[in-house]
């Protein structure tokens, strides 16, 4: 039988200058996960005395009484939202010789601890009741990057592959690690796969670490393969490994291989049977099984369902953008934009996955066929902020609607009804510009609303981006793999989904072991 999947955010820093943003954040992110870790962040940027800006923690006293609020807002939480459950956790830096760490505890009687060094700080934690997942690996050893000389699997069961960083797979995959460049670039020796190859059971999972908004889309999210939602199942779970992380979409990935899932170790047999089950948030490409960080097979998905003749009801997907806008060069007062919307079909709305980048977004069902939804997209980029996001940011969702494939897509955003066939979702992506909108915007500020080319209205009108959609045979699909003998006396699988759209998702290994 298989388990169920839950879904969070395991770093989102709220920082010491947005304590009077706790509801907020906690809003947020319920609006969106299954669970949520705080991972409350001590430091901030100082002018040394000679004039240099340098990071630093804030007073111990000072942050201790932050902590008691946050204590005080999440027991009062977990009696008001019993079924949201929450964990207490801080981040952890130290020297940088070992690596950046966030700290979460089981209960919420804990405290802050500050030693320079993650062999200290282990020593302050209590097994099974707290855990210390790495994260932004694959920095240099010494300069932030993972230590893993010094790991412990006890206290370390996962660590993040993938965050607003990027990937820290490895040392070289083409998925880079260049957002905060100063802290660069990539190298090799502190990466996922480095700490693998050290023969560390440690699981796989993506997080945010984007110090903006909790469970921010395209930064990153973890799963948890667990039977249960509530606290402790939760955290048994972590606790064995049984996790996962995707880029963005929440792709839902089942892996077991002879009697364990993703995470487990295993006794090997002579012949091993991978069984791979997804849903996809787009077209799958292709699903790669690594043996020991060896590409061992693949299955490509791509090819085997598009020229199949789809049948009258058809089930999809497809995402849904709103934003761009006016350029702020151009236009620097106009920051934001609110948008209401209906989405209607004559058939069912399956699911809908929120695609977030920031706070204020709202969705509402109104019956299985329509909802509404209200979204503020921002195109001021917060790139010029400590730690802030990219340049442009988009609102979504992701649609998963059953119905007639002759049918039409009701699309309402701001009183203007566009009917959207769903034979042309299937066939290509699709745009939406208000270049009237953008027109009127000209005239009123620079008295001209014709020019020889669009640039001044296209740059600077407002968009919405319907994606191509996929059909369920082309985000669906259950694979099995099948491996013989072992390599070393402790080998282990891992497995990597492909999206059309350049999402991901890495599983956390299975370890097969001969002497188990």
């Known amino acids: 039988m298989k388990k169920n999947i839950y879904w969070t955010d395991m770093h989102s820093n709220l920082h010491y200058h947005q304590i009077d943003e706790l509801e907020k954040w906690y809003n947020h992110a319920k609006e969106i996960l299954d669970f949520w870790p705080i991972a409350y962040y001590p430091y901030y940027m100082r002018k040394d005395k000679s004039g240099l800006g340098v990071e630093d923690i804030y007073p111990m006293n000072d942050i201790l009484k932050q902590w008691e609020i946050i204590r005080e807002f999440f027991n009062k939480k977990e009696i008001d939202v019993p079924n949201f459950p929450i964990f207490m956790g801080y981040e952890w830096q130290g020297s940088g010789e070992d690596g950046d760490h966030n700290i979460f505890y089981l209960n919420n009687d804990e405290t802050i601890y500050n030693p320079r060094r993650y062999s200290e700080l282990i020593k302050y934690l209590k097994p099974n009741e707290a855990i210390a997942i790495p994260h932004h690996l694959a920095y240099e050893l010494g300069h932030r990057g993972k230590n893993w000389e010094t790991h412990s699997e006890i206290f370390s069961p996962f660590a993040e592959i993938y965050s607003s960083h990027g990937s820290s797979e490895n040392g070289y995959t083409d998925l880079h690690m260049s957002r905060h460049i100063h802290m660069g670039p990539r190298t090799g020796g502190t990466s996922y796969f480095n700490g693998l190859e050290k023969g560390h059971l440690v699981g796989a999972i993506a997080s945010g670490d984007n110090h903006s908004v909790p469970a921010m889309y395209g930064h990153g999210f973890m799963a948890v393969v667990s039977e249960k939602a509530d606290k402790e199942s939760l955290w048994e779970a972590m606790l064995k490994r049984n996790v996962y992380g995707v880029s963005g979409n929440k792709i839902e990935l089942h892996y077991k291989m002879n009697n364990g899932i993703m995470g487990d170790l295993i006794s090997s047999g002579e012949n091993h049977k991978h069984e791979i089950s997804i849903n996809a948030g787009d077209a799958i490409n292709r699903v790669e099984l690594y043996r020991n960080n060896i590409l061992e097979d693949t299955y490509i998905h791509s090819g085997k369902w598009e020229r199949n003749e789809l049948e009258e009801s058809i089930t999809f997907k497809f995402r849904v953008e709103f934003g761009w806008g006016p350029d702020t060069r151009i236009y620097p007062d106009i920051t934001t934009k609110i948008w209401n919307g209906k989405l209607k079909t004559d058939g069912e709305i399956v ?165 188990l």
Request: include cysteine; aromatic fraction near 12%.
């Open 351 to 515: 699911s809908i996955e929120k695609c977030w980048t920031s706070f204020g977004q709202s969705l509402n069902m109104i019956d299985k066929n329509s909802c509404e939804f209200q979204l503020i997209t921002h195109k001021t980029s917060q790139s010029g902020k400590w730690m802030g996001p990219s340049p442009v940011l988009t609102e979504g969702f992701i649609f998963e609607i059953k119905a007639l494939r002759d049918s039409n897509v009701i699309l309402e955003v701001d009183g203007k009804v566009y009917e959207i066939a769903v034979e042309s979702i299937l066939k290509d992506t699709q745009l939406i510009a208000d270049l009237d909108g953008a027109k009127k915007l000209a005239k009123e500020r620079f008295g001209f609303d014709d020019y020889y080319r669009t640039d001044p209205f296209w740059h600077n009108a407002y968009k919405i981006r319907i994606n191509r959609g996929t059909p369920e045979i082309g985000y669906k699909v259950d694979i099995n793999f099948q491996t013989k003998g072992i390599v070393n006396e402790r080998d282990f699988y891992m497995v990597k989904v492909f999206q059309r759209d350049g999402n991901l998702a890495w599983s956390s290994p299975i370890w097969v072991d001969t002497i």
